[in-house]
């Protein structure tokens, strides 16, 4: 996965009917845009260092508006 400042991350649920989570990435900690990313969630309003896995995609800001 690859990431810039500004792209946003989404989580899908593994809860049925649950929304997925969002979150603009703040800061790229790894190597060309890899993981851990610093994350501002959308639902909390707080900051956290995250490692995504396999249910996170990256989506710019366009993409996110088109969804």
């Not at 690859?2 to 991350?9: Q, R, V």
């Not at 049925?16 to 993981?35: F, S």
């Not at 260092?49 to 508006?65: A, C, I, K, N, S």
């Amino acid at each position: 996965m690859k990431a810039t400042a500004g792209n946003w991350l989404v989580v899908e649920s593994n809860h049925q009917g649950a929304p997925p989570r969002r979150g603009m990435i703040v800061e790229v900690h790894g190597l060309d845009g890899a993981p851990p990313y610093l994350v501002r969630w959308d639902d909390t309003d707080t900051e956290t260092l995250f490692f995504p896995g396999p249910d996170t995609h990256v989506l710019t800001t366009e993409q996110l508006h088109r969804r």
